[in-house]
């Protein structure tokens, strides 16, 4: 298929430095926050292993069941970020409001059946007995997550990357793994969660 009303000429292609500079604002603080990801669960998995290693399974069970709450709010997330970008500051109070629907029927679902939850992953009695008072625990946040989810992207879509970044980061990564660590010596895998 060749369309003959478009042509394009290579040669008169020319780098903008500032477009250049305006994506990596916005990319390289996404690749770091996906990267920290990884690195809490990781650090989880460590903290959580030295005291039960039922414990790393139920938190990686969680990983996958939270994905039913947080898909749809990052769904959102993706069709906020051009609606921002493209209306520079149109508040979309209406995306927040939906988000924290979303994540108080998460919160539910945790705190109402969360033994037949986790009897979707085949589990042990220790996973049962653990990921009982975990999930319940961990729904807690749901809500607040999906509102940081929002200011996250609404910070990205602005351009404004970093500050995307120090959301995430004051989130998830500064909190977990210090508290995580000292509440396991303090009263171990319960006090964890």
């Avoid at 000429?9 to 903008?16: A, E, G, Q």
């Avoid at 477009?19 to 669960?41: C, E, F, N, Q, R």
């Avoid at 460590?46 to 790393?56: C, M, Q, S, T, V």
């Amino acid at each position: 298929f060749h369309n003959k009303e478009l042509r394009l000429v290579f040669r008169k292609f020319r780098l903008n430095l500032g477009t250049i500079k305006t994506i990596y604002a916005v990319g390289i603080p996404s690749i770091i926050m996906s990267a920290l990801v990884s690195v809490l669960t990781f650090g989880m998995n460590i903290i959580l292993k030295a005291y039960e290693p039922a414990a790393a399974t139920v938190f990686g069970v969680y990983f996958k069941l939270q994905s039913f709450v947080y898909m749809p709010v990052f769904g959102m997330n993706n069709g906020i970020v051009p609606i921002i970008a493209y209306n520079y500051g149109a508040g979309k109070p209406k995306r927040i409001t939906d988000t924290l629907k979303l994540g108080v029927i998460g919160l539910l679902l945790f705190q109402l059946i969360p033994v037949q939850l986790l009897g979707m992953f085949a589990p042990t009695d220790d996973m049962i007995r653990l990921g009982e008072t975990a999930l319940r625990i961990f729904s807690v946040s749901f809500v607040f997550a999906g509102v940081s989810i929002v200011l996250s992207s609404g910070f990205q879509a602005l351009g404004n990357g970093f500050y995307s970044m120090i959301v995430f980061i004051v989130r998830l990564i500064v909190p977990t793994l210090p508290f995580a660590w000292l509440f396991g010596i303090i009263g171990g895998v319960d006090c964890i969660w």
